[in-house]
């Protein structure tokens, strides 16, 4: 079976944080994927980020979506630990302690899989990413909460352009350390993250690496692929065939997929 892989959808609880719903249609959009996905026979994986707990009150944002939890259980997806819900990381394999819905059950770190006979390894990718893999607070967890009173101030994650407030804030702050890596000769964030996962796939032993966080959709060769966000414009996702064969696609407003080309270097 083809295997769909998903991430940072960044989930809160419907209140002006939430970049999910912000958008109008995203969330019929987003079942008519799952729907899709269900057509094809296909597998999904979440990779990460499914819920911002930096963001919202995890009770609430649980409650809120309900609904999209129970299907995501029903279809068995699995569900990869993101930095914005590794408020949950302590109970991965504690059953017994597992929150509020049992999809939770089906949490885990990232993992590695043969198909096609090929290796992949499936992560969030916050694990190669110093800014915000540790799981206590840090830079990371600042700028969400900052980010998060500026969208509250906006009233909505959106300006009336479409620029995402997050996104503006932390840009602001991104070109400040960028300047301050120029000038000490350190290389930039974004090929850090990229040198930090393709050391993971090596360590994994991994032929394929296959992960979100950034939001930046695209491939590098045949081995580097990520699934991008449903948390800004482009509603993204990589498809695994049972070859191994590996794409990333786009899930357009018409309700269908169309492939996303991009790549990331």
């Not at 569900?79 to 999809?103: E, R």
């Not at 500026?150 to 960028?178: I, K, S, W």
């Not at 991994?206 to 959709?217: C, L, R």
């Amino acid at each position: 079976m083809p295997i769909f892989c998903v991430s940072d959808l960044h989930l809160c609880d419907r209140g002006y944080r939430d970049n999910f719903c912000a958008v109008e249609g995203r969330e019929a959009r987003f079942h008519k994927f799952l729907d899709y996905v269900e057509t094809e026979g296909g597998q999904l994986y979440v990779l990460g980020d499914l819920f911002d707990f930096w963001q919202a009150n995890m009770s609430r944002a649980v409650v809120a979506y309900l609904d999209l939890l129970t299907r995501l259980d029903k279809m068995q997806a699995v569900y990869v630990m993101g930095n914005h819900d590794c408020a949950l990381s302590a109970f991965i394999g504690q059953t017994a302690l597992m929150p509020g819905h049992p999809f939770f059950l089906r949490e885990v770190r990232g993992f590695e899989r043969t198909i096609g006979g090929r290796r992949f390894a499936f992560l969030h990718g916050h694990e190669s990413d110093p800014y915000c893999r540790d799981a206590n607070p840090g830079m990371g967890d600042i700028t969400a909460i900052i980010s998060g009173m500026l969208e509250d101030r906006n009233r909505g994650p959106f300006t009336a352009n479409h620029h995402a407030v997050e996104d503006q804030f932390v840009g602001t702050l991104e070109a400040a350390l960028t300047l301050w890596r120029h000038l000490t000769f350190q290389h930039g964030r974004m090929d850090e993250m990229l040198d930090g996962v393709e050391a993971y796939r090596k360590e994994a032993g991994a032929d394929v690496v296959v992960y979100g966080h950034t939001h930046e959709p695209g491939h590098i060769g045949d081995y580097h692929f990520n699934s991008g966000c449903w948390a800004r414009t482009n509603d993204t996702f990589v498809r695994i065939e049972e070859d191994g064969q590996t794409a990333v696609w786009e899930w357009l407003p018409s309700n269908r997929p169309a492939l996303f080309p991009q790549t990331l270097r």
